[in-house]
């Protein structure tokens, strides 16, 4: 299988959930390339390439650690490949993650990851979901009630202040766009700078504003997915609570947050029910859910992560499980030879 992990940046990749996955599919003697949203080219009437950036077979690498520190060294290779040289194109990249000066590379991945798929590779998750889901905040709102905090999005200020004193003045701030925990804010009857939090929030873009719940305050946990189900091994759920840093009250790991075991709950159950049929039917392969007790608090389509983690807190190696998983779609892809669309091949277990 050739196999192509679209991120940010080969150079500026840290050794996270992607890199695992990448370092299993060599141990399984796969062709991995490893490319960044900047490594397209396209020239009209011939086939869309890509600057690859992959090892040698020779060179070992037995930790995903050591791995990522030989594909960003003198020793990776670098090659212009065509798309359609590769089984599977895995769109990795997190678009919140760019910065002011690469705003170009925010959709980039996805929207060369269309074509990619339009000329017959398997893209994984399917690149038209990844579209309509693109700002997963919005996509999340798609999702029914019942299961998620009561929420509203605006650039209003007048909008949020209201929404403030009708949730008796504590609620959660946040941008429409943004991951990682970056500008959420914690606003009770206390916030002397509300005033200028919601400015900054508004010349960034639409701000939501979300209900508070109280169990936040004991971290969420994130509940990885496959084709709709919640990652399974050896009786062990991919499921990694995130436990809040001190004096801080939100979780993410890049926020001081740490990780914990956590069972897998009838309120989580509920949840996935609940959202795995919208997953299945858009073609998001691999997804993440972010839980607190009883509601879904966000979900992430684009780049979840957190198997870096799993070690740490005692469970086991997960990368196994997905590149079981695309191996398969790929033996079903030639098996039925296009006959399946990619949409309902991304989540075909």
Same mark, same amino acid.
């Given at each position: 299988? &050739?196999?192509?992990? !679209?991120?940010?940046?080969?150079? +500026?990749?840290?050794?996270?959930?992607?890199? %695992? $996955?990448?370092?299993?599919?060599?141990?399984?003697?796969?062709?991995? %390339?490893?490319?960044?949203?900047?490594?397209?080219?396209?020239?009209?009437?011939?086939?869309?390439?890509?600057?690859?950036?992959?090892?040698?077979?020779?060179?070992?690498?037995? +930790?995903?650690?050591?791995?990522?520190? #030989?594909?960003?060294?003198?020793?990776?290779? &670098?090659?212009?490949?065509?798309?359609?040289?590769?089984?599977? #194109?895995?769109?990795?990249?997190?678009?919140?993650? @760019?910065?002011?000066?690469? *705003?170009?590379?925010?959709?980039?991945? =996805?929207?060369?990851?269309?074509?990619? *798929?339009?000329?017959? =590779?398997?893209?994984?998750?399917?690149?038209?979901?990844?579209?309509?889901?693109?700002?997963?905040?919005?996509?999340?709102?798609? #999702?029914?009630?019942?299961?998620?905090?009561?929420?509203?999005?605006?650039?209003?200020?007048?909008?949020? /202040?209201?929404?403030?004193?009708?949730?008796?003045?504590?609620? !959660? /701030?946040?941008p429409l766009e943004g991951s990682g925990g970056r500008d959420v804010y914690?606003?009770?009857?206390?916030?002397?700078?509300?005033?200028?939090?919601?400015?900054?929030?508004?010349?960034?873009?639409?701000?939501?504003?979300?209900?508070? $719940?109280?169990?936040?305050?004991?971290?969420?946990?994130?509940?990885?997915? #496959?084709?709709?189900?919640?990652?399974?091994?050896?009786?062990?759920?991919?499921?990694?609570?995130? =436990?809040?840093?001190?004096?801080?009250f939100r979780s993410n790991f890049n926020q001081g947050g740490t990780g914990?075991?956590?069972?897998?709950?009838?309120?989580?159950?509920?949840?996935?029910?609940? +959202?795995?049929?919208?997953?299945?039917?858009?073609? /998001?392969?691999? !997804?993440?859910?972010?839980?607190?007790?009883?509601?879904?608090?966000?979900?992430?389509?684009?780049?979840?992560?957190?198997?870096?983690?799993?070690?740490?807190?005692?469970?086991?190696?997960?990368?196994?499980?997905?590149?079981?998983?695309?191996? &398969?779609?790929? @033996?079903?892809?030639?098996?039925?030879?296009? *006959?399946?669309?990619?949409?309902? /091949?991304?989540?075909?277990?």
């Open positions: 299988m &050739k196999i192509c992990f !679209v991120i940010n940046s080969v150079e +500026t990749e840290t050794c996270g959930t992607t890199v %695992y $996955l990448m370092q299993e599919a060599r141990k399984r003697k796969h062709d991995v %390339y490893a490319m960044g949203v900047g490594d397209f080219f396209f020239e009209q009437d011939k086939e869309l390439c890509i600057e690859s950036t992959y090892l040698p077979k020779k060179i070992e690498a037995k +930790t995903p650690k050591e791995y990522l520190e #030989l594909l960003q060294s003198d020793k990776a290779k &670098k090659e212009r490949i065509t798309a359609t040289d590769l089984d599977v #194109l895995f769109i990795r990249n997190n678009p919140t993650e @760019e910065g002011s000066s690469r *705003q170009w590379a925010e959709q980039a991945g =996805v929207a060369f990851g269309r074509m990619v *798929q339009q000329e017959g =590779v398997l893209v994984l998750n399917d690149a038209y979901a990844l579209s309509n889901a693109f700002i997963d905040k919005l996509y999340f709102e798609e #999702l029914p009630a019942s299961i998620k905090p009561y929420s509203i999005i605006t650039r209003k200020k007048e909008d949020v /202040l209201e929404f403030f004193e009708n949730h008796k003045k504590k609620m !959660v /701030l946040k914690l606003i009770d009857k206390n916030e002397k700078n509300l005033n200028q939090i919601i400015e900054n929030l508004s010349n960034q873009g639409y701000i939501i504003a979300q209900e508070y $719940l109280p169990a936040a305050k004991e971290g969420d946990v994130r509940v990885l997915l #496959l084709n709709g189900r919640v990652m399974e091994k050896d009786g062990k759920y991919g499921i990694i609570k995130r =436990v809040t840093g001190e004096g801080e914990d075991k956590s069972p897998l709950t009838d309120e989580m159950k509920r949840i996935i029910e609940i +959202t795995a049929p919208k997953l299945i039917r858009d073609g /998001l392969f691999f !997804v993440g859910l972010d839980i607190v007790k009883d509601k879904l608090i966000e979900i992430n389509v684009l780049s979840p992560g957190g198997m870096d983690h799993f070690e740490e807190i005692g469970l086991p190696d997960f990368s196994d499980v997905v590149i079981d998983a695309i191996e &398969k779609k790929v @033996e079903y892809k030639k098996m039925y030879k296009g *006959q399946i669309s990619n949409q309902v /091949l991304a989540t075909m277990a």
